[in-house]
């Protein structure tokens, strides 16, 4: 199994990206797939999860302004970020699990190898 983020960068505050996550050697369509990031000094923390039906979960600092969203046919998960704030500056990391709770619980099956964004003020 590989998830492969990609998409991360520098950005001014107020600005956009959007992360992309392939993946490959699972049945994507099966999975909740989910979002993480991990600030420099922190611990890694949820950001947003979808399920396998399109249910999206998202944590209250990102509320309002990132959208998590996927592709079943191009096996592929997104994570519109907008409004984005100095706070937002992390790696980013790609989750897969076949259940809502590992996901949202922050015990995927696999994961990414991350990406970073920057978000300068």
């Known amino acids: 199994v590989q998830l492969v983020e990609s998409g991360g960068g520098l950005v001014q505050a107020g600005g956009s990206l959007r992360l992309s996550c392939a993946t490959s050697?699972?049945?994507?369509?099966?999975?909740?797939m989910g979002w993480f990031r991990q600030a420099p000094g922190k611990e890694r923390e949820f950001v947003a999860a979808?399920?396998?039906?399109?249910?999206?979960y998202y944590a209250d600092s990102v509320k309002g302004r990132f959208t998590i969203s996927r592709d079943n046919g191009a096996n592929t998960v997104y994570l519109r970020e907008n409004n984005l704030i100095p706070e937002d500056t992390a790696v980013y990391y790609c989750?897969?699990?076949?259940?809502?709770?590992?996901?949202?619980?922050?015990?995927?099956?696999?994961w990414g190898q991350g990406t970073q964004v920057t978000v300068s003020s």
């Open positions: 979808i399920t396998r039906n399109g249910e999206t």
């Open positions: 989750a897969a699990a076949l259940g809502t709770r590992p996901v949202v619980g922050g015990t995927p099956s696999y």
């Open positions: 050697g699972l049945t994507f369509g099966l999975y909740t």
